[in-house]
């Protein structure tokens, strides 16, 4: 048996009260995985699908604008939004080890309403583990409780979230030691447990180490009294403020989000209405969309999108290779070298599968390529600034999803930053004049 995999256990118990207390432990450990992959997705969704067929963008807005509903209103943190349905497409229930998980974190003044949003949404997937601060991320060594001379090792939450997502609440509640470990993990994505020979009764040390198959989320409250006491004057245009995340932390998630009240993301008067309804009326369904498109239907096209097969096209290759290699150059300078880190083409990679997987298509085409491309640029430009590749903070949801015409004008307005993409790689991409031999 292996920590975090997931098995039945079958026993007959010697004393019922002792025996009992450990079954249950070992239930509330190991989730049988019991989602009908194979079942039919929900008609309304097939009826959107069919309805969006000519578009590769607009099923996933829509999916975006209606998810969630029960938590935020239709319409609201649409971004977030998206990017948690993303990730939650990258999880993977199945024994296959999938190395494509893509992490979240998220700058917020309303950590009330993200939480709430981020912990209905890890739900939706058999191993969604919310991190109790009073425990650890990762494995711990232990003396065996019961005498036996042998050594216990603590699964901690990140095993146990194998395949699925691991939320780790608030960023800065976590100690400096466990920060440094969690970046080292989303770096390597493998964490080695020290067993100390005379400690544990033996001579020789020994250690062992485990593959960390997750995703992480986690969000960073932006009114905290530590980050307003300690703030950036000297930034770059686009950049935020972030120097209450360590650096090299902030660059080892896949992708960094600004859910701020002065962000398009968060329309106040909905959410602060729906905050009222909700009070009122805790069980009842505010919106239509909850109705058409339940917790369930969401649960089931999860289950669905997330087992398929994906294969990238010529054209989607070409350009992944061409905008990481573009933005890679944009962004170094001789004395720092590249703000890039080595991990950024598998992060792009991974957003484009999860698009192509939201459609529920098994090819990524170049249009999953540019909401990639896109989601980076913008985590990008929080971090770094903004470049020659000027992107809009709100250029996935530049308008309102009302109807049919909004969501036509978002498909033109994607077009043209598509063509600004391909510009942006003739001019700084490989083959151009800038570039060198070596690179």
């Keep these: ?9 079958i026993g007959i118990p010697a004393c019922v009260k002792t025996s009992q207390t450990a079954l249950c432990v070992e239930a509330n450990s190991i989730t049988p995985y019991t989602a009908e992959v194979s079942s039919g997705i929900n008609d309304n969704f097939r009826c959107l699908l069919s309805l969006t067929s000519s578009s590769c963008w607009k099923f996933t807005a829509l999916l975006a604008n209606i998810f969630a509903s029960q938590i935020v209103p239709p319409g609201t943190y649409n971004l977030l939004k998206l990017c948690l349905l993303m990730s939650l497409v990258q999880t993977n229930d199945c024994n296959r080890d999938r190395e494509d998980c893509l992490d979240i974190l998220i700058i917020t003044s309303d950590t009330l309403l993200v939480d709430r949003l981020l912990n209905y949404s890890m739900n939706l997937v058999s191993r969604g583990v919310r991190h109790p601060t009073s425990t650890e991320v990762f494995p711990t060594v232990s003396r065996n409780k019961y005498g036996t001379g042998a050594v216990s090792i603590q699964a901690g939450s990140a095993l146990l979230a194998k395949g699925g997502v691991c939320f780790l609440g608030d960023l800065t509640s976590h100690k400096k030691d466990r920060l440094e470990q969690l970046q080292s993990v ?24 485990f593959p960390i198959q997750c995703s992480f989320w986690s969000f960073v409250d932006m009114d905290s009294s530590s980050r307003r006491n300690v703030q950036k004057t000297n930034t770059l245009i686009g950049q935020m403020d972030c120097s209450s995340i360590p650096a090299n932390l902030g660059e080892a998630f896949g992708l960094l989000i600004n859910c701020s009240e002065s962000s398009p993301c968060h329309p106040l008067l909905p959410t602060v209405q729906h905050t009222l309804k909700k009070a009122v009326d805790p069980e009842g369904s505010l919106y239509l969309a909850s109705k058409q498109f339940t917790t369930e239907d969401f649960e089931k096209l999860l289950a669905f999108a997330k087992n398929l097969n994906m294969e990238f096209s010529l054209e989607a290759e070409r350009m992944i290779h061409g905008y990481y290699l573009a933005s890679r150059r944009i962004r170094t300078d001789s004395i720092h070298g590249s703000k890039l880190s080595a991990s950024a083409l598998k ?24 909401i990639a491309a896109l989601l980076f640029e913008i985590s990008l430009t929080l971090k770094y600034g903004a470049t020659a590749f000027c992107v809009d903070p ?13 969501l036509e ?5 994607l077009t043209q930053c598509q063509q600004q993409l391909q510009q942006f790689i003739a001019t700084y991409g490989p083959g151009t004049a800038i570039f060198s031999s070596d690179e």
């Design 186 to 209: 989303l770096d390597s994505r493998s964490i080695t447990v020290f067993i100390p020979g005379k400690k544990f009764g033996d001579d020789n040390h020994q250690q062992m180490t």
């Design 409 to 413: 004008r978002r498909d033109l307005y």
């Design 1 to 9: 048996m292996k920590i975090g995999n997931e098995y039945k256990i």
């Design 394 to 406: 709100n250029a996935l949801f530049p308008f309102e999803l009302y109807n049919e015409e909004y």
């Design 347 to 370: 992060h792009l990679v991974s957003l484009s599968e999860a698009h192509a997987r939201l459609n529920l298509r098994n090819k990524v085409l170049k249009e999953d390529v540019l």
